[in-house]
T-cell receptor, first 111, second 114 residues
Framework: EDQVTQSPEALRLQEGESSSLNCSYTVSGLRGLFWYRQDPGKGPEFLFTLYSAGEEKEKERLKATLTKKESFLHITAPKPEDSATYLCAVLRKGSNYKLTFGKGTLLTVNP | NAGVTQTPKFRVLKTGQSMTLLCAQDMNHEYMYWYRQDPGMGLRLIHYSVGEGTTAKGEVPDGYNVSRLKKQNFLLGLESAAPSQTSVYFC?????????????FGPGTRLTVT
């Protein structure tokens, strides 16, 4: 059974204070690992897909990395508008494109 | 290009009532999904469809039915609502014709069953 564990459950940062969110996964045959951002009362918004260990993707203040067991979402010099819940999901090969999601990390960035 | 839309946005039902949630996408995606999101549980797959006229069960299908009569629409039905079905429901779709795999989500339907 595919498993995705995100930590911490909640993270509070000061504006400009860089940090990382963790996503540990167990899947037999990884097709891809996905990061989403979810604002309160809205649907998840796609951020990145990582396909193989060693791959990195960047978007503004966010950088996602992938190893064979976990992924990190690094947030550099965050701003209050980066406050959201960040979701991680994995796709197993041959699973009809079904994603398995973690429970998310609630990030709050204080001004 | 509206992406994925969901109707209604909010609904309150009494136990035993029925309703249908509508999902529509204008991206010509083959694959569509229904999830529920509950506090502390994350997103859980209810049913999914790999094309027009097809449906399959996900992780938590009991108490729900689905239909995909048209490629752009995916309907989720509750025949006899229960308080345990109080949740936020999200629809998503994927373009299976290219090797990208990411799902695009709608804005959600917040359902309360009293």
């Amino acid at each position: 059974e595919d498993q995705v564990t995100q930590s911490p459950e909640a993270l509070r940062l000061q504006e400009g204070e860089s940090s990382s969110l963790n996503c540990s996964y167990t899947v037999s045959g990884l097709r891809g690992l996905f990061w989403y951002r979810q604002d309160p009362g809205k649907g998840p918004e796609f951020l990145f897909t990582l396909y193989s260990a060693g791959e990195e993707k960047e978007k503004e203040r966010l950088k996602a990395t992938l190893t064979k067991k976990e992924s990190f979402l690094h947030i550099t010099a965050p701003k209050p508008e980066d406050s959201a819940t960040y979701l991680c999901a994995v796709l197993r090969k041959g699973s009809n494109y079904k994603l398995t999601f973690g429970k998310g990390t609630l990030l709050t960035v204080n001004p | 290009n509206a992406g994925v839309t969901q109707t209604p946005k909010f609904r309150v039902l009494k136990t035993g009532q029925s309703m249908t949630l509508l999902c529509a996408q204008d991206m010509n995606h083959e694959y569509m999904y229904w999830y529920r999101q509950d506090p502390g549980m994350g997103l859980r797959l209810i049913h999914y469809s790999v094309g027009e006229g097809t449906t399959a069960k996900g992780e938590v299908p009991d108490g729900y039915n689905v239909s995909r009569l048209k490629k752009q629409n995916f309907l989720l039905g509750l025949e006899s609502a229960a308080p345990s079905q109080t949740s936020v429901y999200f629809c998503a779709s994927t373009d299976s014709t290219r090797e990208a795999y990411e799902q695009y989500f709608g804005p959600g339907t917040r359902l309360t069953v009293t």
